[in-house]
Nanobody, 127 residues
Framework: QVQLVESGGGSLQAGGSLRLSCAVS????????MGWFRQAPGKEREGVAA????????YYADSVKGRFTVSRNNANNTVYLQMNSLKPEDTAMYYC????????????????????WGKGTLVTISS
């Protein structure tokens, strides 16, 4: 059974940095990508960063390019999201997920696109 457990969220002021972690257990070798997604209060869930198994390609939403970096450590089955220069608009619940395709930004029925989801970790950025 696949489990994804996020950690590293917190509250801090704008301009600061956080690193989120997603510990993965179970067989996901057939899945092609690991992604980070977020959902702000009153808004739809959206993709912000993804890393693909095949070649390690990374993708980012325009809103986080240059500030966020996704990486993975295969030795300990963990995916990271380094977030720098945080802004109040980055406030959201952050989720990691895995599937064959990790769309960036908003797409309809996003939760159906990915195969497995974690429960999320909350990031709150104050101005």
């Amino acid at each position: 059974q696949v489990q994804l457990v996020e950690s590293g969220g917190g509250s801090l002021q704008a301009g600061g940095s956080l690193r989120l972690s997603c510990a993965v257990s179970g067989d996901i070798y057939s899945n092609n990508c690991m992604g980070w997604f977020r959902q702000a209060p009153g808004k739809e869930r959206e993709g912000v960063a993804a890393i693909y198994t095949d070649g390690g390609s990374t993708y980012y939403a325009d809103s986080v390019k240059g500030r966020f970096t996704v990486s993975r450590n295969n030795a300990n089955n963990t995916v990271y999201l380094q977030m720098n220069s945080l802004k109040p608009e980055d406030t959201a619940m952050y989720y990691c997920a895995t599937g064959s395709y990790c769309p960036m930004g908003w797409v309809p029925r996003l939760t159906d696109v990915l195969d497995y989801w974690g429960k999320g970790t909350l990031v709150t950025i104050s101005s």
